[in-house]
């Protein structure tokens, strides 16, 4: 198995899950890829709505500057906070019944955020969409493992699906601007998610790899509860990080965290192995997935908004912009599927971080100029870089754990995305609010994005490095 050695692969737990594995129906390769391809565009659609949405829901919905980040954070708290266990549950107890669940509950919690009237209704529903999202993609990479049971098919089929990440970053919002209000956008949205539950309840095969047991609610309410208070921990440290309740949220995220390590060590079917914590190929995967949502996805989530306020840009021209970062992602992630025999998953990853900090220095400077055509040769690099990263993130986060838990490997991964997801977006945030002008703290942001994906570039090659 990739990424783990013979005495991890061939442990009785690992044989017995093996011989546990089981299909209800005969499997339709194309149809499953189709579906959970379309599946994960539609939530990517619904994640990155409110990046050119921003300031006018915050404006009906009176939201301040001060709890902007909530708006954008709500989802992928959400996904970070449920993807771990909804991957063991899907594994356990049916991928298809667990993606079905998800693909309904997005369209109905998508819906209920178009019609909220203030703030904490639309970060609820966000963060409910989170949750539904996160059912979707922990279940999807599962369910193309079960269809795509070859090496070469499944090089296939999470190449494509990770083009469809790109792709749904890079048509949400454009969805979202062309519309005339948010709350119609959302609708759309909503809508398009109930049609593919209706469509997957007749294309869909079920796999399940059970391991008996029952489902790890004390971890996974330990963990939730500790995103929780990192995230409030974050979003209020904008306003000072030696405040008394900052330190406290904090504090309690350690706990709770201590708490989740001692469950999952107890427990008989826990969301996540703390083995595979020793294998490099897993690390490499959880530390990919975290510095893409901390370099990446922290610093495009506000970026929108920030060309909206600074450079008087619509949100469909915004929009338009942002086209050329996603868009360039999504078709050099279709492509990264024919590097594999020439160049590793992890390889990718550093390639993909280095590029994306040469692109945040390009555009230093540019806010202040006032001019957005300064930015075109850093959305071009960054798309570049982030095509890269979102093809071989999904490839290594099945490859680097046993093939029956693939879908609490993708989980892992994406857990650890979201959560640097959440972080980013509060880090961005309080880094360009927090000089004298946006243009000035957004060149204090673009340099720390730089930063960590450097960081990352280097960490990814480390652990390549020191594999066994």
Known sequence: MTGLDSSTA????ATAVRGATTRDAPVRPRATLALTSAATAVTLMTYTAPMVTLPGTATALHTPLSAQAWLLNG????????????????????????????????GLTTALGALSTSTWQFTLARIAQGAASAAILASSLGLLVAAFPSPRGRLHATGVWGAFVSGGIAVGPLVAGALPTWRLAYG???????????????????????????????????????????????????????????????????????????????????MIELGLLRHVPFLASAAGGLF????VIGTFSFLPALLQQVLHLSPIRTAWL?????????????????????IAPRAQLAVGFALHA????????????????????????????????N???????????????????????QTLRYIGSCAGVALTIALATS?????????????????????????????????R
């Open 188 to 270: 759309v949205l909503g809508a398009a998610a109930v049609v593919l539950a209706a469509l997957g309840t007749r294309a869909l095969a079920e796999s399940r790899a059970p391991r008996g047991g029952r489902p790890d609610i004390p971890g996974a309410l330990a963990f939730g509860l500790a995103l929780v208070a990192l995230v409030a921990a974050l979003t209020l440290g904008r306003d000072g990080w030696l405040r008394a309740p900052v330190g406290l949220l904090l504090a309690a995220a350690v706990l709770l965290l201590a708490v989740f390590a001692a469950v999952e060590h107890r427990t008989r079917t826990p």
């Open 358 to 389: 040469v692109a945040v220095l390009t555009m230093l400077g540019a806010l202040a100029s006032g001019s957005w055509t300064r930015l075109l040769p850093g959305l071009i690099i960054s798309g570049i870089g982030s095509g890269l990263l």
């Open 292 to 295: 893409t949502g901390l370099a």
């Open 10 to 13: 061939t442990t009785p737990a």
């Open 322 to 342: 942002l086209l050329l970062w996603s868009g360039l992602s999504f078709l050099v992630a279709l492509q990264v599927k024919h590097l594999a025999g020439r």
């Open 75 to 106: 989802t992928p708290l959400g996904l970070a906070a449920v993807l771990l266990v909804a991957g063991s549950l899907a594994d356990d107890y049916g991928r298809r019944r667990i993606f079905l669940a998800g693909t309904l509950a997005l």
């Open 435 to 467: 000089s004298h002008t946006l243009a000035s703290g957004t060149n204090t942001a673009l340099l720390v994005s730089a930063g960590l994906a450097l960081v990352g570039a280097v960490l990814v090659g480390v652990l390549r490095e020191r594999r």
């Open 391 to 413: 093809g071989a993130l999904p490839l290594l986060a099945v490859d680097s754990v046993p093939r029956e838990r693939a879908a609490m490997g993708s989980g892992a991964q």
